[in-house]
């Protein structure tokens, strides 16, 4: 069973304040991805990665940093944590691209910035 | 840009009927499309994905037919069944940069 785990899974953050939320995969996937997850938006990807130090921009990177020191570890970085940054966030891992490659999620971390 | 479009927000129906939830599509290349769907309090998860060719993808009672000429990729049931109802979302991956593109999503109710 392929396994996504996200910490912390839930976090209350300052405005102004750093978060960062980490994801370690056990699937030996080569990309991984952050989206986050809000009412009526859906799910937006906000950075990815397709190997070992290196991201690549999503569709709304800007407020976030991302880093990918290994295969198996992804982190998502709030540098200034701002109130339009409350919402959900999933880490996902996929095999790659096609149709083979689907997207195997983590549980979810909820931050609430105050 | 690449984009997925799912026209209802929330689809309510009595438990029996069948489902029908829209997604369209638009893209550049030919996508793969994908449906996955989402439990209360739970992470999404694969639903469906489409084949390359005319073969129907199904699961747990849920299908969905890759229309090319009108851009589609809607999910169907027969029946639904309260256990049916949970959050769910039409993606599209294109080309090969990896990224998957999620609609807004189509929250299902099924009432007794």
């Known amino acids: 069973e392929a396994a996504v785990t996200q910490s912390p899974r839930s976090k209350v953050a300052v405005t102004g304040g750093k978060v960062t939320l980490s994801c370690h995969q056990t699937?030996?996937?080569?990309?991984m991805y952050w989206y986050r997850q809000d009412t009526g938006h859906g799910l937006r990807l906000i950075h990815y990665?397709?190997?070992?130090?290196?991201?690549e921009k999503g569709d709304i990177p800007d407020g976030y940093k991302a880093s990918r020191p290994s295969q198996e570890n992804f982190s998502l970085i709030l540098e200034l944590a701002s109130l339009s940054q409350t919402a959900v966030y999933f880490c996902?891992?996929?095999?790659?691209?096609?149709?083979?490659?689907?997207?195997?999620f983590g549980e979810g971390s909820k931050l609430t910035v105050l | 840009g690449d984009s997925v479009t799912q026209t209802e927000g929330l689809v309510t129906l009595t438990e029996g009927l069948p489902v029908m939830l829209n997604c369209t599509y638009q893209?550049?290349?030919?996508?793969?499309l994908f449906w996955y769907v989402q439990h209360l309090n739970e992470a999404p998860k694969l639903l469906l994905k489409?084949?390359?060719?005319?073969k129907r993808p199904e699961h747990q009672g849920f299908h969905a037919t890759l229309h090319k000429s009108s851009s589609s990729f809607h999910l169907q049931k027969s029946s639904a069944q309260l256990s049916d109802s949970a959050l769910y979302y039409c993606?599209?991956?294109?080309?090969?940069?990896?990224?998957?593109?999620f609609g807004l999503g189509t929250t299902l109710q099924v009432q007794p």
């Open positions: 996902a891992s996929s095999t790659g691209t096609g149709v083979t490659g689907q997207l195997y």
């Open positions: 699937n030996n996937h080569d990309y």
């Open positions: 990665s397709y190997v070992a130090d290196s991201t």
């Open positions: 893209s550049t290349y030919s996508p793969f």
């Open positions: 489409s084949f390359t060719d005319n």
């Open positions: 993606a599209a991956r294109t080309g090969n940069t990896g990224k998957l593109i």
